[in-house]
C-alpha cells in the first residue's frame, strides 16, 4: 500500500491532524477580544464535533456560520460564565492572603466543589449550544447534567488544559508550540467526549419517540394510555433539541476523490495534491519539527551542568561561546557526556549608561540578583572587565588563585589582591589574574569598555582540578577552530 496516495489512512490521519490544528488555531485568534471567546468556542466545537464524527467538512465557512448565528447566545453566557470565574478567583485571592488556617475546613471544600464545578460547567456549556438549538437556562441545565455523567474524563481533560498553562510559563520560549499541541489535544478529546455522549443520548430520545409512536397506536389497552401520554410528554420535551443538518460523510468523500484522482493525469495529480493536501502536509512537518525540538530543548534542560562560568561586563563571539561549552564538554568527556553540559551565561550585568558621560556603569538592581547565586556557588568561574575588578572582588567569594598563576607565570602586574578577611595580620590573597591579550582574542572575549579581561573561580564544593583543567584549555582553545568544524 501507499502511503503517499491521497486516500491512503496515513494521509487522511495527517489530514485530519492538521484540520485540527488550524480549527484549534482559528479559535486562539477569533477568541482574543474576550469577549468573542463564546462564539468562537461554540463555533469550533461545531466543526470539531463534525470532524470526529468522520464527516468530511470545510473549516473557514462552517466556523463563521457557527460563530454569527449563536453569537448572541454564546456571549450572554460566556459573560455570565467569565463574571462567576472572576468572582471565584478573587474568593480564592481573598482566601489565599487571610490564610486558610483561619477559616474552617468545611468552606474551603464547598469552594473548592463550587469551582470544580462552575469549571466544568464552563467547559461543557459551549459543545452543547453548537450541538442543540435550546434555550440558555436549558444550556444550563444541559451543562450541568453532562458535567454530572462524564465527571471523570472532564476533570482530565480540564487537568491537560491546565497543565499546558503551567507548560507554556515553564518554556516561555515555546509557548506558540505548547499552546497550539495543548489545547488541540484537549479539545479532540473533549470532542470525542461530547459525541459519544450526545449520540447516547439521541438513542434514547429515538427509542422513546417509537415506543411513545407505539402506544399511541395500540388502542387495544386501556391501561397502557397513561403511560403512554407520559412517554410521550417526556419525548416532547426532548425534541427541543433540535440536531444540526449533517453534511457529506467522509467515506463518500474519499470515494468521490478516488474517481476524481483516477481520471486525472499526472499534471492533473499534482495540481490537485498542490490544492488539497500541500497546506497540511507542511503543517504536519512543521508540527512535528516543534515536538522534535521541544523534546530536544527538554532534554537539554536537563542535563546535569558539571562547570558554569558567566562574563560580567564582557561579551564573547558565538564561536568562542561554543568554545567554552560544547568545546569543554567534550575535553573533559566521560561516559555520561550525554547527560552532562556546560553553561556560559551571557553579560550578567545591566546596560546601564550614565546619561550625561555615557559611562558604564556598575547597576545595583542586577548585582541583588547576581550575589546571591555567586555565594550559592551556581557559578565555577567569572570573566570580568577590568574597569569592574574593585566592584567585584571586594566580596567573598572568590578563591586564592596564587598556585595557578605561579604554573601559568603570571607576572606580579597582573595579579588581583585582596585582603584576607578571616585574619587581622593584613594577609593578602591573590583571587584573579589578568588573561593574557593573545588568550582573549583567540577565545573571541571581550571588554565591554576597552579594558584588560580577568579571571575569578568562585569558591564552592567543586574540585579544583576542574578549575585548572579549565583554565588549560582556554589557554589553548582557538575559537577560530570552531568555525572551521561548522563550515565542514
Known amino acids: 500500500m501507499n502511503i503517499f496516495k491521497f486516500d491512503s489512512p496515513v494521509m487522511n490521519f495527517l489530514g485530519k491532524v492538521a484540520d485540527y490544528i488550524i480549527l484549534n488555531i482559528l479559535w486562539i485568534v477569533c477568541s482574543l477580544p474576550i469577549l468573542t471567546f463564546g462564539a468562537s468556542t461554540t463555533a469550533k466545537y461545531y466543526v470539531g464535533m463534525k470532524l470526529t464524527k468522520g464527516e468530511e467538512v470545510t473549516i473557514f465557512k462552517p466556523f463563521f456560520k457557527s460563530f454569527k448565528e449563536n453569537f448572541k447566545q454564546s456571549t450572554i453566557l460566556w459573560v455570565i460564565l467569565l463574571a462567576i470565574n472572576v468572582f471565584l478567583i478573587f474568593d480564592w485571592m481573598w482566601l489565599n492572603n487571610k490564610g486558610y488556617s483561619e477559616l474552617k475546613g468545611i468552606y474551603v471544600i464547598l469552594l473548592l466543589v463550587l469551582t470544580v464545578f462552575v469549571l466544568l460547567t464552563t467547559l461543557s456549556i459551549f459543545p452543547f449550544i453548537a450541538r442543540y438549538k435550546v434555550t440558555n437556562l436549558e444550556a444550563v ?15 482530565l481533560i480540564a487537568a491537560l488544559e491546565i497543565a499546558t498553562i ?102 492533473g495529480k499534482l495540481t490537485f495534491f498542490k490544492d488539497y493536501y500541500l497546506g497540511k502536509v507542511i503543517l504536519i512537518v512543521l ?119 605561579d604554573r601559568l607565570k603570571i607576572p606580579e602586574e597582573d595579579r588581583y589582591y585582596i585582603e584576607d578577611s578571616s585574619l587581622e595580620d593584613g594577609t593578602m590573597n591573590m583571587v584573579a589574574f589578568k588573561l593574557p591579550e593573545y588568550v582573549t582574542e583567540k577565545a573571541g572575549i571581550y571588554s565591554r569598555t576597552g579594558e584588560d579581561i580577568y579571571i575569578a573561580f568562585i569558591i564552592n564544593n567543586k574540585d579544583s582540578e576542574m578549575d585548572d583543567k579549565f583554565i588549560e584549555y582556554l589557554y589553548s582553545v582557538d575559537a577560530s577552530d570552531f568555525v572551521k568544524e561548522e563550515k565542514k
Not at 141 to 155: C, D, E, G, R, Y
Not at 209 to 233: C, G, H, K, P, R
Not at 343 to 369: I, R, Y
Request: charged share 25%; proline share 2%; with cysteine.
Open 141 to 155: 441545565k444541559a451543562a450541568a447534567l453532562f458535567t454530572f455523567l462524564n465527571f471523570i474524563p472532564l476533570v
Open 287 to 405: 508540527a512535528a519539527a516543534f515536538v522534535l525540538w521541544f523534546v530536544y530543548d527538554a532534554f537539554m534542560s536537563n542535563k546535569e551542568v558539571v562547570y558554569s562560568g558567566g562574563l560580567l561586563y564582557c561579551t564573547i563571539t558565538e564561536e568562542g561561546k561554543t568554545a567554552l561549552t560544547d568545546g569543554y564538554i567534550k575535553e573533559i568527556s566521560t561516559k555520561k557526556r550525554i547527560k552532562q553540559r556546560v553553561n556560559l551565561s551571557d553579560d550578567l550585568t545591566m546596560d546601564f549608561t550614565e546619561s550625561v558621560t555615557g559611562e558604564v556603569m556598575t547597576d545595583e538592581t542586577q548585582d541583588q540578583l547576581l550575589f546571591p547565586q555567586m555565594s550559592a556557588g551556581f557559578y565555577d568561574y567569572f570573566l570580568i572587565d577590568g574597569k569592574f575588578i574593585d566592584h567585584y572582588m571586594l566580596l567573598d567569594y572568590f578563591k586564592d588563585t596564587t598556585e595557578m598563576a
Open 166 to 267: 503551567v507548560a507554556c510559563i515553564w518554556y516561555a520560549n515555546w509557548l506558540p508550540a505548547i499552546l497550539v499541541f495543548g489545547t488541540t489535544s484537549a479539545f479532540y478529546f473533549m470532542t470525542v467526549v461530547c459525541v459519544k455522549s450526545y449520540n447516547k443520548m439521541e438513542k434514547n430520545l429515538n427509542k422513546k419517540n417509537a415506543s411513545a409512536e407505539a402506544l399511541e397506536n395500540d388502542e387495544e389497552s386501556e391501561n397502557s394510555d397513561e403511560e403512554s401520554e407520559t412517554i410521550v410528554s417526556e419525548a416532547t420535551e426532548e425534541e427541543m433539541l433540535i440536531l444540526r443538518p449533517d453534511e457529506h460523510t467522509l467515506k463518500g468523500k474519499i470515494n468521490a476523490e478516488k474517481e476524481t484522482i483516477e481520471r486525472l493525469d499526472n499534471k
